[in-house]
């Protein structure tokens, strides 16, 4: 069984910053690729940002500049440092880890239940 635990939600004024923390754990091999996706409501799921096991990272355009993800391999956690938030990032937020359990499976993706963020005067 694997569980994607997110962390670090909540409420924070406008120019605001928080700090997003997701581990995985349970049976698992090897994680491949991790992210970060938040859905508002209404809205579709998006992905906000992605990084490889090497570290290559991707972004929507909407945060470049002021979101930033990085990953601990060793701990297979992801974080998602958000800085300058704006109303308009409010949503619930989703870890994502694409993962194999044993070295013979194939790669599937798996999620956390979500976090919320709130960004608000």
């Known amino acids: 069984q694997v569980q994607l635990v997110e962390s670090g939600g909540g409420l924070v004024q406008p120019g605001g910053s928080l700090i997003l923390s997701c581990v995985a754990s349970?049976?698992?091999?090897?994680?491949?690729?991790m992210g970060w996706y938040r859905q508002a409501p209404g809205k579709q799921r998006e992905l906000v940002a992605g990084?490889?096991?090497?570290?290559?990272?991707n972004y929507v355009d909407s945060v470049k500049g002021r979101f930033t993800i990085t990953r601990d391999n060793a701990k297979n956690m992801v974080y998602l440092q958000m800085n300058s938030l704006k109303p308009e990032d409010t949503a619930n937020y989703y870890c994502n880890a694409n993962l194999r359990r044993r070295w013979y499976d194939s790669f599937n993706d798996y999620w956390g239940q979500g976090t919320q963020v709130t960004v608000s005067s």
């Open positions: 990084i490889t096991r090497g570290g290559d990272t």
């Open positions: 349970g049976s698992i091999n090897m994680i491949n690729t």
